[in-house]
């Protein structure tokens, strides 16, 4: 388990049948299965999903927020970055281009790569993980003051502040590590029909992103993968599928990846 504040860089993909075996061919670890259900939380005006912040609690894990990685000055507490020094480094994904059409009406070559240049799509977030980092992370984004009895309870803090289950759903996952590239591997099959491969990095710093990113592009290209054309994650497919507000409202926003360009 890495602390709170952790980076993980990861990149997203489709991942077929012959996967699990040039995994196995390359010298990955198979480390099993787990199945987990997350339920992700939210106020009912969307605040942190549209600041990008992900509050969720998944079985055996706990509760976990996810959030870009942040600026040093003025930060306080773990997992503070220099958000400017990741985006020179790292070349960004362009967001995708307003909806012309509704979702999966259109086929065709992904908007977010015409003219960005960029050579990946791997995105980095900051995973607070202690309770009371989430509890102040959550609180400084909504303005207001932690109440002393929600400290360390994140539940609680939920509760009083009205954070409402917005999306829940289960997923059976097969895992596997890279020991040479010090990269995992997951392989997710969401309850709701959906499956998605992630090679993930954990960093401690931003100074290791790029080496990060360098990893993730070498196993791609080992394993064949296409690793140019934009992957929804669950949580793009789940709100499309079960809460279109929500998906509208973060493609306007352009916080989430676009299903079905
Ligand atoms: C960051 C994020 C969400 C939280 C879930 O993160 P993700 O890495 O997508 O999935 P998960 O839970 O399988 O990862 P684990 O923590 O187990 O490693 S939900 C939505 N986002 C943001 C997001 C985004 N903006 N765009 C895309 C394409 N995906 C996710």
């Not at 504040?5 to 670890?29: D, N, R, Y």
């Amino acid at each position: 388990n890495l602390p709170s504040g952790s980076i993980e860089v990861e990149q997203k993909f489709i991942f077929g049948p012959g996967t699990v075996e040039k995994l196995v061919a390359l010298g990955a670890t198979p480390e099993g299965s787990v199945s987990f259900c997350d339920r992700y939380y939210d106020l009912p005006n969307m605040r942190l999903i549209l600041a990008d912040h992900w509050l969720r609690e998944r079985t055996g894990a706990g509760w976990e927020l996810k959030r870009p990685p942040q600026r040093l000055e003025g930060a306080a507490g773990s997992g503070s970055l220099t958000c400017a020094a990741v985006e020179n480094q790292v070349p960004q994904r362009s967001p995708p281009e307003a909806p012309t059409s509704p979702p999966n009406s259109s086929r065709g070559s992904p908007q977010a790569l015409k003219g960005g240049g960029q050579s990946h799509l791997a995105k980095q977030y900051e995973e607070v993980t202690h309770p009371r980092d989430i509890v102040d992370r959550v609180c400084g984004l909504l303005g207001v003051e932690v109440a002393a009895e929600w400290q360390a309870d994140v539940a609680k803090m939920a509760e009083q502040l009205g954070l409402n289950e917005f999306a829940r759903f289960v997923t059976l996952r097969r895992k596997f590590h890279l020991g040479d590239l010090n990269l995992d591997v997951d392989l997710d099959e969401a309850d709701f029909g959906y499956a998605v491969g992630e090679i993930e990095a954990m960093v401690s710093e931003q100074l290791e992103i790029p080496s990060a990113l360098q990893r993730i592009q070498k196993l791609g290209r080992q394993l064949d993968l296409d690793m140019t054309t934009p992957v929804p994650g669950k949580m793009s497919v789940y709100l499309h599928k079960f809460r279109p507000e929500h998906y509208e409202a973060l493609v306007q926003a352009r916080k989430l990846g676009k299903v079905g360009n």
